[in-house]
Nanobody, 124 residues
Framework: QVQLVESGGGLVQAGGSLGLSCAAS????????MGWFRQAPGKEREFVVG????????RAADPVKGRFTISRDNAKNTVYLQMNSLKPEDTAIYYC?????????????????WGQGTQVTVSS
């Protein structure tokens, strides 16, 4: 089992920034690709950003390109999501997830482990 715990969510004004962290409880963190997903009320969970196990390759969904940045520190077993220029439509529960794929798949079904989620609310 891989346990993931997100932190850093909260309330922020539109145009502001927020950083999220996802800490893994095991030392095999570097064996997994990581992704951030989000789910707004009444909507399906959607891919936001992903990063390969080495941290070299990243990808981002169109709505967040140029605003969100994913990074990882394998020595700390932690993946980060830096969100800038936040918009009200970014409001959602954000989930950290781990995949055995070395690439960065966008489908939720391809991720094996999930955190509990952290709420991000962006006000107008």
């Amino acid at each position: 089992q891989v346990q993931l715990v997100e932190s850093g969510g909260g309330l922020v004004q539109a145009g502001g920034s927020l950083g999220l962290s996802c800490a893994a409880s095991v030392g095999t963190f570097s064996s997994y690709g990581m992704g951030w997903f989000r789910q707004a009320p009444g909507k399906e969970r959607e891919f936001v950003v992903g990063i390969g196990l080495s941290g070299v390759m990243t990808r981002a969904a169109d709505p967040v390109k140029g605003r969100f940045t994913i990074s990882r520190d394998n020595a700390k077993n932690t993946v980060y999501l830096q969100m800038n220029s936040l918009k009200p439509e970014d409001t959602a529960i954000y989930y950290c997830a781990a995949t055995t794929y070395t690439s960065t798949p966008i489908a939720t079904r391809l991720y094996d482990y999930w955190g509990q989620g952290t709420q991000v609310t962006v006000s107008s």
